[in-house]
């Protein structure tokens, strides 16, 4: 199996399965002299850690990363880093039934099709297990722009979960971190949570809507053309497990607006340029204007669900399948640290690309 890897400059390869004794990343162009240690990884790991509340799936997982490569006295030298999360809790006698069937929604007869073989134990690398990795490296690009760009804040949160919607008239970003939902509304904590426990109960799951943003971004990072960052941005968010559609900015909202109302009208401000409005979600022209870079995706239902579905084992017999084990009501909910990470990952890879090639030099206006 190849493109196990992504980035440029910054370049990550993820590897190991859900059941396997371990997994992990390594990541390569991580440039020299940054202080990281595993305790700051580990913060963005505990966020994603499965097992945390009776909103996630309870398959125990400590998570904890260790640093095998990469790193002398607490600084990184410039060399590949090797993260590791040993597999602890797994149970993979929960998918002895399935061996021979394909689950519907799973990528099981997909990767039949495909290679002829598959890891049937919670589905290998097509498991959402596998994020944990890319919250690891996300934890690596997060310390070096820590250093490069210290205004730079990254923050996720749930926006929608089924019928539910966040009422933005009550955002409060104090209260992401204080909810399983990464929820910036404590007022609608307990509802959404009824009606999470609902959806379990009648043997279901239910999907969602997750918002990134980056504040403090700096202007021209990205290209033109091939490489767009908010290409790449749609690319990073799509690649994570059980995403179905991203938005930047507008997103398809701006197929309902005219040019007036889209336009993000400039003025001179006491800083330089200011922008009116950002329906553009902070790029242009495949290039950052400085402004918030906001990313929206859709997260499908989890497809692990305790109702008898229709489908076909792998001697083309119909079948009912009943998928057993420990899984999310909402695979949205733990998709927020990943979203992170993997903006983190894009916007270092594309700030280290913006160096190399312009050296930071910008065009001055005014």
């Known amino acids: 199996m190849s493109f196990n890897s992504f980035g440029h400059l910054f370049r990550v390869t993820t590897w190991g399965e859900s059941h396997g004794p371990a997994l992990g990343a390594t990541v390569d162009g991580c440039p020299p002299g940054i202080e990281i240690e595993p305790a700051f990884i580990q913060q963005f790991l505990d966020r994603r850690r499965p097992g945390q509340s009776k909103e996630t799936t309870q398959r125990k997982e400590p998570d904890e990363v260790r640093i095998l490569s990469g790193t002398f006295e607490g600084r990184t030298t410039g060399t590949p880093i090797q993260l590791m ?63 490069l760009v210290p205004g730079l804040k990254i923050t996720g949160y749930m926006v929608q979960m089924g019928e539910k919607h966040l009422d933005r008239s009550r955002f409060d970003r104090a209260a992401i971190l204080q909810n399983p939902f990464f929820l910036p509304d404590a007022g609608a904590v307990d509802e959404w949570s009824e009606y999470l426990a609902a959806i379990r109960k009648g043997q279901s799951s239910v999907g969602a809507a997750i918002e990134v943003v ?145 050296g930071g030099q910008r065009g001055e206006i005014g």
């Open 214 to 358: 980056a504040e403090g971004c700096p202007p021209g990072l990205g290209a033109p053309v091939y490489g767009k960052i908010d290409t790449e941005l749609a690319a990073a968010m799509m690649s994570i497990n059980a995403v179905k559609g991203v938005e930047i900015g507008e997103g398809m909202g701006a197929a309902a607006l005219t040019g007036i109302e889209n336009a993000d009208e400039m003025v001179m401000g006491p800083e330089g340029v200011e922008y009116l409005s950002n329906h553009a979600g902070g790029i242009l022209g495949g290039i950052t204007t400085g402004q918030p870079i906001t990313v929206r995706f859709a997260v499908k239902p989890t497809s692990s669900i305790l109702t008898p579905r229709r489908s076909v084992n792998t001697r083309g017999e119909e079948v009912e399948v009943i998928t057993k084990g420990r899984h999310d009501p909402c695979v949205g909910i733990r998709a927020v640290p990943v979203a992170e990470a993997m903006m983190a990952c894009v916007i270092l890879d594309h700030l280290l690309m913006d160096r190399a090639q312009t």
């Open 85 to 147: 999360i040993e597999n602890t809790n797994q149970r993979s006698k929960d998918y002895g039934e399935i061996a021979q069937q394909f689950r519907p929604g799973h990528a099981d007869i997909t990767y039949h099709q495909k290679y002829g073989v598959r890891d049937y134990r919670g589905g290998g690398r097509s498991s959402a297990r596998e994020t944990a990795a890319r919250v690891a490296a996300g934890g690596v690009a997060q310390a070096v722009l820590r250093k």
